[in-house]
């Protein structure tokens, strides 16, 4: 006898956006000076050629390499320091929410109004994130906490993956019937992460926190929300792109400076490599679903590179494709790490018609890549 699982609905979807953004002026005005207070610190050494001086970074090149304009961040003015170059963020008693929590409760809290669910009617919550700001309790368990949610949280990473896997952990849960109703959070705090004072990456990311409520479809009243109509992720280890950040340093007796304990990669490996990976995955599961790359109303995709999705976009359906197909955000938001695609998502699904396909899909360390296609209801 054959099982048969209940549908699944994306129900409803919600983002915190922080106040503070970082343009690429003042980006590259702060690295500047920090670049030029370095040089004039390590002048013998550099007249010696003993040392590296430190090469300026340009507004033009982050603009054409990237396609990025600005970010979101939840505290600028460290950041924008020449003397510290990294967010200032003030620590919280274990008696208080956790920024983490706090900035995935206000995106949960939209994505369950838009699902016009409540809280209490929650039975699950997945913190799906690039990077977790404690190691326990999970955040999720805090979160589901704070949401007035039943059932139980965990955690999740695959770095810019971590939502799409997030997806199909949820799917399964709905459709094996161990949850009625779960909320998918992503909250990125990336600028705490990242290597501001390297010119090579100190552009790439921006914070915000994305949430998703997936419910069982008869659940979910006819005409809303989004059918998940099959999630496929794949995983292939690679180095180029790392951050050995971790309980062990201490016990290696490592410097908390050293430059391996944030992001770091091979951009330009990274770029070619991903490319066609993630388009041949794309292609490889729409065609295990019966369907086509031309057959898809929009593409909401990992957000890293303006040039990265007009290489998957050109090799799926063409050069002509534009962003009505496979929107942008990244201008705006930078990478956002886990929450790029589904902020497209969120940002850019509103004007879809029932019957109409799009693919959410991630690309990023590990290699990672996870695809979820949705039909609109
Ligand atoms: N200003 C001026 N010049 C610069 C700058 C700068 N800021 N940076 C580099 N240059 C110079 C370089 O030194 C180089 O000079 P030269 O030719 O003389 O050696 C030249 O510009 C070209 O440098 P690149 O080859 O590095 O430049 P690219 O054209 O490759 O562009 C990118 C660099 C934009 C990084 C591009 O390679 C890229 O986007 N690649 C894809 C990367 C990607 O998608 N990574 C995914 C990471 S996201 C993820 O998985 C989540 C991780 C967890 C989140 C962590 C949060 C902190």
């Known amino acids: 006898m054959q099982a048969s699982f209940p549908g699944v609905v994306i129900s409803g979807s919600g983002l915190f956006r922080p106040a503070d953004v970082i343009t690429n002026d003042e980006l590259v005005t702060a690295f500047n000076a920090y670049a030029d207070r370095q040089n004039a610190l390590h002048a013998d050494a550099i007249a010696a050629g003993t040392h590296q001086a430190l090469t300026h970074s340009s507004v033009e090149f982050i603009e054409k390499a990237s396609g990025i304009r600005q970010r979101f961040v939840l505290e600028k ?22 920024l983490m929590a706090e900035i995935a409760v206000d995106a949960a809290r939209q994505a369950l109004a838009d699902a016009g669910v409540a809280g209490e009617q929650v039975d699950a919550v ?3 994130s690039a990077n977790m700001q404690r190691a326990y309790p999970a955040m999720a368990i805090e979160i589901q906490q704070a949401l007035g949610a039943r059932g139980f949280g965990f955690d999740m990473n695959v770095a810019c993956s971590s939502a799409t896997f997030a997806i199909e952990q949820a799917t399964n849960a709905l459709r094996c019937g161990t949850a009625r ?5 992503n909250p990125e705090i990336t600028s705490a992460h990242l290597e501001w004072r390297d010119r090579d990456c100190h552009f790439i990311f921006g914070d915000v926190c994305t949430a998703l409520v997936l419910q069982r479809a008869d659940d979910v009243p006819a005409g809303r929300g989004f059918e998940v109509l099959g999630t496929q992720l794949v995983t292939q280890f690679s180095n180029n792109i790392r951050n050995n950040f971790g309980f062990m340093n201490r016990a290696e007796d490592r410097d908390p400076a050293d430059r391996d304990l944030t992001f770091y990669q091979e951009g330009r490996k990274v770029f070619k490599e991903v490319v066609p990976m993630a388009a041949a995955h794309i292609e490889a599961h729409l065609a295990a679903l019966g369907q086509a790359p031309a057959q898809v109303r929009r593409f909401w995709l990992h957000q890293a590179n303006q040039g990265m999705n007009q290489l998957v976009i050109k090799k799926l359906v063409g050069a002509d494709a534009g962003s009505d197909v496979a929107p942008l955000i990244l201008d705006r938001y930078a990478n956002t790490a886990s929450a790029g695609s589904v902020i497209a998502f969120h940002e850019h699904r509103s004007d879809l018609q029932a019957g109409d396909l799009g693919v959410i899909c991630s690309f990023g360390a590990g290699y990672s890549i996870g695809s979820v296609v949705v039909r609109k209801r």
């Open 126 to 128: 997945i913190c799906a």
């Open 77 to 98: 003015s460290g950041v924008l320091d020449p003397t510290r170059m990294y967010p200032r963020f003030e620590p919280r008693g274990d008696d208080q929410l956790s």
């Open 181 to 185: 109703c779960v909320v998918v959070v």
